[in-house]
Nanobody
Framework: QVQLVESGGGLVQAGGSLRLSCAAS????????MGWFRQVPGKERQFVAA????????VYAESVKGRFTISRDNAKNTVSLQMNALKPEDTAVYYC?????????????????WGQGTQVTVSS
């Protein structure tokens, strides 16, 4: 069992930066692949980025590649998403997710645990 709590969301101007953090509790965090997803009202939750349990493999959605960086600290049970060069279309609720297993996957159905989400709003 893994519990996830996101933080770091807020309002930022286009071109600015935000860093989201996800604090995990549970004994199995270090063996979980982790992901970030985002959702806007009326649309499906979309994949943003994912990282393997070792941190050695990362995958990004094309829309954020080169602007966002996912990282994790297994000693602190945290995963982060550094978001730079933000655009208004990045506005969404961002969710942290964990899946049991080391394989990095991009489909939301593969993730077993979810946080409550944090709002990111980018103004133009």
């Amino acid at each position: 069992q893994v519990q996830l709590v996101e933080s770091g969301g807020g309002l930022v101007q286009a071109g600015g930066s935000l860093r989201l953090s996800c604090a995990a509790s549970g004994r199995t965090f270090s063996s979980c692949a982790m992901g970030w997803f985002r959702q806007v009202p009326g649309k499906e939750r979309q994949f943003v980025a994912a990282i393997s349990w070792t941190g050695g493999t990362t995958v990004y959605a094309e829309s954020v590649k080169g602007r966002f960086t996912i990282s994790r600290d297994n000693a602190k049970n945290t995963v982060s998403l550094q978001m730079n060069a933000l655009k208004p279309e990045d506005t969404a609720v961002y969710y942290c997710a964990a899946r049991s297993g080391s394989v990095v996957l991009t489909n939301r159905g593969a993730y077993d645990y979810w946080g409550q989400g944090t709002q990111v709003t980018v103004s133009s």
